[in-house]
């Protein structure tokens, strides 16, 4: 049986609602993680402001939905067609400051997302395809609020009308650059990872590469279910799209607290061991050079004034720089990122 419209927004905010309430949890976690429990000297500006934008979003977007839903079975449920004429119409206000708000926190994470990327990765070509992809997800997504605010009155579908291409290709690219920055990640730091390990015992960046999956595996899975919805006419989809708002924001506090329980597992791993589990920050730091085995070098950045002390078999680096024969680099950064 076809799930009907007014069944779904009673759906979505009810599975809405419960994320909120775990997004609250995780960001006031991850803020009092970043403000007052940070292992640097300098408060991570971008990360605070990352995750105030996207709490914002969220909260604003819950905020809307249930004025609609307040509005479709309070004001309009003697109106003709009941609260699931009024969902339907997809031109109305609160309608399309919903699906702006959601476009906004989207290109957010995205952007977030090839930042991460950028400075995993370090090759101009991906950060620019990658840049890119989320100029076209924001110009789809803009443009089919534009399509809702200015196109003729319609009946029927949303899935049968002219702003459904924009919001297809808006949902596609979205999934693809998630998608393909995870992988990109993820392969870089395995390869490090596999390196470095030859050269030094113990050393390893498996739960970095955990952590990662694990988070673009959740929102790349949403994003894919989205999609498929859509894709089939099937209003599930939106259970799913207003399910994405507070995962999103989940998803980026769940990897700073994640990272720095790594962090602290590795400083007590160090009190016995004299090389520990690093953890990660994406920025970078000028250093110096050591040479290793013949195939390789590997390059000891000696630690900016925001980092903390981390893992090498010198004093207190915070950046693994290889450099391959073909002159190829691969560069993770290995401090805290809170």
């Known amino acids: 049986m076809r799930l009907s419209m007014d069944e779904a927004e009673i759906v979505a905010l009810f599975v809405e609602s419960v994320l909120y309430g775990i997004f609250i949890i ?3 976690a991850c803020l009092f993680t970043l403000v007052f429990r940070r292992n640097t000297r300098r408060l991570n500006v971008p990360m605070v402001l990352t995750a105030v934008l996207l709490f914002v979003c ?5 905020g809307i939905d249930l004025a609609r ?5 309070w004001t309009h449920r003697s109106a003709p067609g009941g609260p699931a004429a009024y969902f339907n119409d997809v031109r109305r206000v609160t309608h ?8 906004t926190e989207t290109c957010i994470s995205d952007a977030l997302v090839v930042y991460r990327c950028h400075v995993v990765v370090k090759r101009f070509l991906v950060t620019l395809c990658l840049s890119l992809m989320v100029v076209g ?10 399509m809702l605010v200015h196109s003729p009155r319609f009946h029927g579908s949303i899935f049968n009308s002219k702003i459904a291409p924009w919001i297809t290709s808006f949902n596609v ?3 693809a650059t998630n998608i393909l920055a995870t992988f990109l990640i993820v392969f ?7 390196i470095v390990s030859q050269v030094f015992e113990g050393y390893s960046l498996s739960p970095i590469m955990l952590i990662i999956i694990e988070s673009g595996a959740i929102y790349g899975f949403a994003l894919l279910l989205l999609t498929a919805f859509y894709t089939r006419d099937s209003n599930a989809q939106f259970i799913v799209l207003d399910a994405i708002s507070p995962l999103i924001g989940i998803v980026f506090c769940l990897i700073i607290l994640r990272v720095n329980l790594q962090a602290k597992a590795s400083s007590a791993a160090n009190e016995t061991s004299p090389l520990h589990q690093p953890t990660w920050l994406w920025t970078t730091h000028p250093g110096i050079t050591q040479e290793i085995p013949e195939s390789m070098s590997v390059t000891t950045i000696a630690p900016g004034p925001d980092s903390i002390p981390a893992t090498s078999c010198r004093q207190s680096p915070d950046h693994v720089d290889i450099v391959e024969e073909k002159d190829e680099s691969v560069t993770v950064s290995v401090v805290n990122p809170v």
């Open 26 to 28: 995780t960001f006031a």
């Open 58 to 62: 969220a909260t604003m977007h819950v």
């Open 69 to 73: 839903m307040l509005m479709a079975f």
């Open 96 to 103: 399309v400051l919903k699906s702006a708000v959601y476009i």
């Open 137 to 146: 997800s924001a110009v789809s997504g803009y443009g089919s609020v534009y």
């Open 173 to 175: 690219i979205t999934a």
């Open 188 to 194: 870089t730091i395995w390869r490090v990872n596999r």
